[in-house]
């Protein structure tokens, strides 16, 4: 149960202040006096200097990624401050609310990154009588792909059924719509709201299993006295970037929660597709 935040641009270096305003990235962070659980970010951005140089190390392609994650709440950590500030050509911004009483250790915080890939997820992957499924020992992961996630939870067991799938040869996207199918055929009502970000590309994808929030959640906004914002809890919304010109210049997707007039609404079932080289997006569904 959290909230997700992802940006791409056409190439060129953006901050979250520069993508949002200084204003909707507050507000953005300050969910996190609910989904206190922990945050993390995973940043695209070239190093002014590869980690390589002068000291003999070898040069590596993934180098452009930088992770953060704590398990302290983003408005208590003073390093969201410096990273929401941090120029990047996309990100990936995860707020946690851990589901199914799965441990705070940092192997389960957001984001997951294997293979040049980082993952977020939103949602709770339980069966009718509310068992997770890092509990099901016979759900078919397989079991080495899951550990390269490094994560314990649900949220990595999806990762890896999508890196499977990557390695089966299919698209990032595909890759991302199948493995929905698949964990769907044993877990139909649950959320696979989701981002996953390469070294070219931001997939967005929401899938929520009940469109309508459940009564927990909103028993848990309501405990804040912030009951209005779980209306649209599940809701994924999106905006074009627009240059000095005018011209588009990338896309900015997030969860519901704080001021989005005049973004468009990601139906369910549909992911938007973002190249964080040329900033051009397409929609399709799963």
């Given at each position: 149960?959290?909230?997700?935040?992802g940006y791409?641009?056409?190439?060129?270096?953006l901050s979250?202040?520069?993508?949002?305003?200084?204003?909707n990235v507050?507000?953005?962070?300050?969910?996190?006096?609910i989904?206190n659980?922990?945050?993390?970010?995973?940043q695209?951005?070239?190093p002014a200097?590869a980690?390589?140089?002068r000291d003999?190390g070898a040069?590596?392609?993934?180098?452009?990624?930088?992770?953060?994650?704590?398990?302290?709440a983003?408005?208590?950590d003073?390093?969201?401050e410096?990273?929401?500030?941090?120029?990047?050509r996309g990100?990936i911004?995860?707020?946690?609310l851990?589901s199914?009483?799965l441990?705070l250790?940092?192997?389960?915080?957001h984001p997951f990154?294997?293979?040049?890939l980082?993952f977020i997820?939103n949602g709770?992957i339980s069966?009718?009588?509310?068992r997770?499924i890092?509990?099901?020992?016979s759900?078919?992961?397989?079991?080495s792909?899951?550990?390269?996630?490094?994560?314990r939870?649900?949220?990595?067991?999806?990762?890896?059924v999508?890196?499977?799938?990557?390695?089966?040869?299919?698209?990032?996207?595909e890759?991302?719509?199948q493995?929905?199918?698949e964990l769907r055929q044993?877990?139909?009502?649950?959320s696979?709201?989701?981002?996953?970000q390469?070294e070219?590309?931001l997939?967005?994808l929401?899938?929520?299993?009940r469109?309508?929030t459940?009564?927990?959640?909103?028993?848990?906004y309501?405990e804040?006295?912030?009951?209005?914002q779980?209306?649209?809890?599940?809701?994924m919304?999106?905006?074009?970037?627009?240059?000095?010109?005018?011209d588009?210049a990338?896309?900015v997707?997030?969860?519901s929660?704080?001021?989005?007039e005049g973004w468009n609404?990601?139906e369910n079932?549909q992911?938007i597709?973002?190249?964080?080289r040329?900033?051009?997006?397409?929609?399709?569904?799963?």
């Amino acid at each position: 149960m959290c909230r997700l935040l992802g940006y791409a641009t056409a190439g060129f270096n953006l901050s979250l202040n520069a993508v949002l305003g200084q204003d909707n990235v507050e507000d953005f962070r300050e969910l996190s006096e609910i989904h206190n659980d922990g945050w993390g970010v995973a940043q695209l951005s070239d190093p002014a200097e590869a980690p390589h140089v002068r000291d003999g190390g070898a040069p590596t392609p993934e180098t452009g990624t930088r992770i953060y994650k704590s398990t302290i709440a983003a408005r208590h950590d003073s390093t969201f401050e410096a990273l929401a500030d941090e120029p990047s050509r996309g990100a990936i911004w995860h707020l946690r609310l851990a589901s199914s009483n799965l441990p705070l250790i940092m192997e389960n915080q957001h984001p997951f990154y294997a293979n040049g890939l980082s993952f977020i997820h939103n949602g709770d992957i339980s069966d009718a009588n509310g068992r997770n499924i890092v509990t099901n020992r016979s759900y078919p992961v397989n079991h080495s792909v899951f550990l390269s996630t490094g994560g314990r939870s649900d949220s990595a067991i999806f990762f890896a059924v999508i890196l499977e799938y990557i390695g089966f040869g299919f698209s990032l996207d595909e890759a991302v719509a199948q493995a929905v199918r698949e964990l769907r055929q044993a877990y139909p009502k649950s959320s696979y709201n989701c981002m996953i970000q390469s070294e070219d590309q931001l997939i967005a994808l929401c899938a929520a299993g009940r469109e309508k929030t459940s009564p927990r959640i909103v028993e848990i906004y309501d405990e804040y006295g912030r009951g209005e914002q779980a209306a649209d809890y599940r809701v994924m919304r999106y905006r074009e970037l627009r240059d000095d010109n005018g011209d588009s210049a990338g896309v900015v997707v997030s969860s519901s929660g704080y001021k989005q007039e005049g973004w468009n609404v990601l139906e369910n079932d549909q992911m938007i597709i973002v190249s964080n080289r040329n900033g051009t997006y397409r929609l399709r569904s799963i």
